[in-house]
């Protein structure tokens, strides 16, 4: 089993950041590729970002690209992703997800384990 944990969401001004973390722990201590992925209300749970178990790979939405920072500490079992200029369209529940076999993917679908989610609001 997985235990993922989100933190740092938050209310922010539009042009603003945040830091979101993810701390991982359970199942063998290797690292896993790790994802962010995001939920808008009537939407469909959408990628943002992902980094290989290394940590070599780094991938983004078009929509973050530029924005966005995705980093991990392995040795603290933990991934961030750094959140600048924020936008009203960035708003949503921001979910963590590990991703243990196979490449580093960009579906939810491929994501074995899931964190609880945290919310991030950005007011124009």
């Known amino acids: 089993q997985v235990h993922l944990v989100e933190s740092g969401g938050g209310l922010v001004q539009s042009g603003g950041s945040l830091r979101l973390s993810c701390v991982a722990s359970g199942r063998a201590a290797r690292p896993w590729h790790m994802g962010w992925f995001r939920q808008a209300p009537g939407k469909e749970r959408e990628f943002v970002s992902a980094?290989?178990?290394?940590?070599?790979?780094?991938y983004y939405a078009d929509s973050v690209e530029g924005r966005f920072t995705i980093s991990r500490e392995n040795a603290k079992n933990t991934v961030f992703l750094q959140m600048d200029s924020l936008e009203p369209e960035d708003t949503a529940v921001y979910y963590c997800?590990?991703?243990?076999?196979?490449?580093?993917?960009?579906?939810?679908?491929?994501?074995?384990?899931w964190g609880q989610g945290t919310q991030v609001t950005v007011s124009s």
């Open positions: 980094i290989s178990a290394g940590g070599s790979g780094t």
């Open positions: 997800a590990a991703d243990l076999y196979g490449p580093v993917d960009t579906k939810p679908v491929d994501y074995e384990y």
